[in-house]
């Protein structure tokens, strides 16, 4: 079954609401409800945290930006750094890569897939059959690569940068929480470790 998104539209003609269903080229399904005058709209928001790039400058201008983050932006966008959009508020969605947070307007970005990691999580380099070196490092840069439509990531360790970038199945994040199995055997515990002998 495909998944179907719905968006509402505004109709001033009409009195009746009413939904039409389009396909479109990339072949996904898109359901358009069209609502009458006085139907409250309806608001579809994506599911958040999510990721994305701005590979062009959205719009003309900076009215898109919020103000504070203004030259901030014009610094890190357009380029291929992935941002992960995390919550909508005051009419701004707020963008973070690393340690650098800006607050933009709902504007055309390129979404890509979450692949779980973050500019700064502290991850292990896998061997992968000798294709790498193992290590532990930091994710320095996420970036986007047009020609393969995958994220790279740049890693830093002991305060060197690597030469290549790598891909989600090279790394493994190194702050999962360990769970432990509980153990089916007995251990005897020796009389004069006993606590309950003590006295």
């Known amino acids: 079954m495909q998944d179907e998104r719905v968006e509402n539209v505004y109709d001033s003609e009409s009195t009746l609401p009413f939904t039409l269903k389009l396909q479109f080229v990339l072949c996904e399904p898109v359901v358009l409800q069209f ?52 919550k909508y508020e005051d009419g701004y969605y707020r963008l973070h890569y690393g340690d650098q947070t800006i607050r933009v307007k709902p504007s055309m970005w390129h979404r890509v897939d979450d692949e779980g990691f973050s500019v700064g999580d502290k991850i292990e380099i896998l061997g992968r059959f000798l294709e790498n070196e193992p290590c532990i490092g930091r994710i320095l840069e996420i970036r986007f690569h047009k020609p393969s439509g995958r994220l790279q990531y740049t890693i830093e360790t002991r305060e060197l940068v690597l030469p290549r970038p790598y891909f989600a199945e090279d790394l493994r994040q190194t702050d999962e929480k360990v769970q432990l199995r509980v153990s089916d055997s007995q251990v005897a515990i020796p009389p004069e470790l006993n606590s309950s002998d003590a006295e």
């Open 35 to 86: 609502a009458s005058k006085g139907d409250p709209a309806m608001t579809i928001w994506p599911d958040m945290p999510d990721c994305g790039v701005y590979l062009v400058w959205p719009m003309d201008g900076y009215q898109w930006i919020h103000p504070d983050d203004a030259e901030r932006a014009s610094h890190w966008i357009p380029s291929t750094r992935v941002w992960r959009r995390s």
